[in-house]
């Protein structure tokens, strides 16, 4: 299990933030290629807010991809996102190896949103409002009573393809091997464990991502990913899917 203390951000000034954000170091152990391995294994990582590297992203590092001007909002380093349309705001860059800190809260129950990594170019080009990208690795932001609500029409039993928080799998011509647990179809890697907050709590992921192979940590454990990731390389994008969500400290370390 990991072991970190993380602080809990305020969302005031930027250089305030920037200047009490986490670093993350990781023991020799777990530099090795991540694209080798086939299981999350356990280890612990040291926070140190004195590490160089880490990079705040704000409003003029995305573009707006098929939404409109209330589709994503910015107030300073805080991006309110409106849930209509369907679609996603992209980075201005592309990313390869990279950690990314994002905090996020669904401003109403059974809340959808996510974030994704690696998406290709070709899969954001022309891509119509109500659409959302066919490629590119999912990291789902899901709340609770999605699921519940799910239950609550279906009668209950195991939900076909989607857990709550934290699942993450890849979308459209993007593959990907999820780590276990699986979904009942193979196709995500579920949470091992379900430690996001509800609807109107602040949740804070940290994603790594390194040689096709991306993991997961929610509230401060690792509990999903998968490896062998086609494309590994591309734009991080927020998502927009029908329900009004929050997302603040966003940080981003670029990896060698």
Same mark, same amino acid.
């Given at each position: ?68 001007? @209330?589709? #994503?909002?910015? /107030? ?7 849930? =209509?349309?369907? $679609?996603? !705001? ?49 990291? @789902?932001? #899901?709340?609770? /009573? ?7 029409? =279906?009668?209950? $039993?195991? !939900? ?97």
């Amino acid at each position: 299990m990991m072991i970190m203390q993380l602080p809990r951000f305020r969302s005031t000034k930027l250089f305030t933030l920037f200047a009490g954000l986490m670093a993350t170091c990781f023991s020799p152990a777990c530099q090795a290629d991540e694209g080798t391995q086939t299981d999350a294994p356990e280890y612990t990582i040291v926070v140190s807010p004195s590490d160089p590297g880490w990079t705040p992203l704000g409003e003029a590092d995305f573009v707006r991809v098929n939404g409109d001007d @209330q589709t #994503l909002t910015w /107030d300073g380093p805080v991006a309110h996102g409106s849930g =209509t349309p369907i $679609g996603v !705001t992209r980075s201005r860059k592309t990313y390869k190896n990279f950690e990314l800190l994002i905090e996020w809260r669904h401003e109403r129950p059974a809340g959808n949103s996510g974030v994704f990594a690696w998406v290709p170019a070709s899969a954001l080009e022309d891509l119509p409002p109500g659409k959302l990208p066919d490629g590119g690795i999912e990291i @789902q932001m #899901l709340d609770h /009573d999605y699921t519940r609500q799910w239950h609550q029409r =279906t009668g209950g $039993g195991k !939900t076909p393809f989607f857990s709550t928080h934290g699942d993450v799998f890849a979308v459209g011509k993007s593959t990907m091997k999820p780590f276990p647990p699986l979904s009942p179809n193979g196709s995500r890697s579920f949470p091992s464990k379900e430690r996001s907050l509800g609807a109107g709590q602040w949740n804070r992921y940290y994603v790594r991502g390194v040689n096709g192979t991306i993991r997961l940590w929610v509230n401060g454990e690792e509990v999903s990913g998968g490896s062998d990731c086609q494309p590994s390389e591309g734009y991080l994008c927020l998502e927009s899917e029908g329900s009004p969500i929050t997302f603040r400290n966003l940080f981003i370390r670029q990896l060698p």
